[in-house]
């Protein structure tokens, strides 16, 4: 789980490719430093969706936060990939970086606080493993999209021309659209398998609050 929130800060690693993309299509003057608000605005729709995930936890429950945070956050992805089918212009690529690294990381944020709540009740006495765990997930799962990303848009490492893979490697950047719907295919696995670890802690703890709820009405007879 935590690796896919660690994949909401991959935009340092991101940002030529996709720029060049969008340069490459069908606008000249879009220059790398436009886009230095993605990281800012990732982080922001972090914080953001941490802080919603509590809520929605409230309303409809741990499980159902989970299947509606991973769903929405693969699903923004996806559609990321198809953004160069309208009419390519600054809208476009600005809804590219806002379906990427805002509501990508909002939607999957909001299950953080779901995972560590249940992992504390399970495991009552190892929440400092627990937040070593998190921590290092978040931190890996930038590190493996990263690399997941040049390996699938730049395998042979050819590098960029001004900082811009465009004329006559434009054929890398073009391999953008593949990348971002490959990516959607593996956040959704991940998310699946997530989910299928999770719900045997979910269960147990609600049995375990159901039987304390049992002994204390058996006790007050």
Request: net charge neutral; proline share 4%; charged share 15%.
């Amino acid at each position: 789980m935590h690796l896919m929130i660690g994949a909401s800060s991959r935009w340092n690693m991101l940002n030529a490719y996709a720029t060049s993309y969008y340069k490459v299509l069908n606008n000249p003057y879009l220059v790398i430093n436009e886009d230095s608000y993605a990281s800012p605005l990732s982080l922001f729709c972090l914080g953001l969706g941490m802080r919603g995930g509590i809520r929605l936890e409230k309303a409809v429950g741990t499980l159902f936060t989970c299947i509606i945070a991973l769903s929405i956050a693969s699903l923004a992805v996806f559609l990321s990939s198809y953004m160069p089918n309208f009419e390519c212009n600054c809208l476009i690529y600005l809804v590219f970086v806002m379906l990427d690294f805002a509501i990508y990381p909002f939607c999957v944020s909001l299950a953080f606080h779901s995972v560590i709540n249940e992992c504390y009740k399970y495991y009552p006495k190892l929440k400092l493993f627990i937040n070593g765990v998190i921590i290092t997930g978040t931190g890996f799962g930038h590190i493996l999209f990263g690399m997941l990303n040049d390996s699938c848009i730049n395998p042979d490492d050819i590098q960029a021309i001004n900082g811009y893979y465009g004329g006559e490697i434009d054929f890398i950047c073009r391999e953008v659209p593949t990348c971002m719907r490959d990516m959607a295919y593996t956040l959704f696995i991940m998310g699946t398998l997530a989910l299928v670890l999770l719900y045997p802690l979910i269960k147990y703890n609600a049995n375990k609050i159901i039987d304390k709820k049992h002994e204390r009405t058996r006790l007050d007879f």
